[in-house]
């Protein structure tokens, strides 16, 4: 009764020692089962369509213009000595032109 009940355990033991070692096979790279081939992927860079117009925003003109003390130019109240930011140019949207076509 002993040896009808060892070998099939036995068989189960080894059956489990095998299957759970032939994971660790060597291989050319980590991660790769041996004979498994590498596929690289290039990717072009993206066309335009013809007669698609691209826009790049163009920052706007700033200046910092100094104001000196005295009364508004209403003449209404004083004023200290201080500093000012005019707009000279407002941001806008205008087409791109790559450098080879300027």
Excluded at 11 to 33: D, E, I, K, W, Y
Excluded at 34 to 46: D, L
Excluded at 90 to 99: H, L, V
Aim: a negative charge; charged letters at 20%; glycine letters at 8%.
């Amino acid at each position: 009764m002993k040896n009808s009940l060892l070998s099939p355990l036995a068989l189960l033991l080894c059956s489990t020692l095998f299957v759970g070692c032939s994971g660790t096979m060597n291989s050319s790279q980590p991660g790769m089962a041996s004979g498994q081939a590498t596929q690289i992927y290039i990717q072009e860079p993206v066309r335009t369509a013809p007669g698609v117009v691209e826009y790049v925003w163009e920052e706007p003109m700033v200046d910092v213009v100094e104001i000196p003390p005295g009364l508004d130019p209403d003449g209404v109240y004083y004023r200290p000595a201080h500093q000012s930011i005019v707009e000279i140019r407002q941001g806008r949207w205008k087409y791109y032109t790559p450098k080879e076509q300027r």
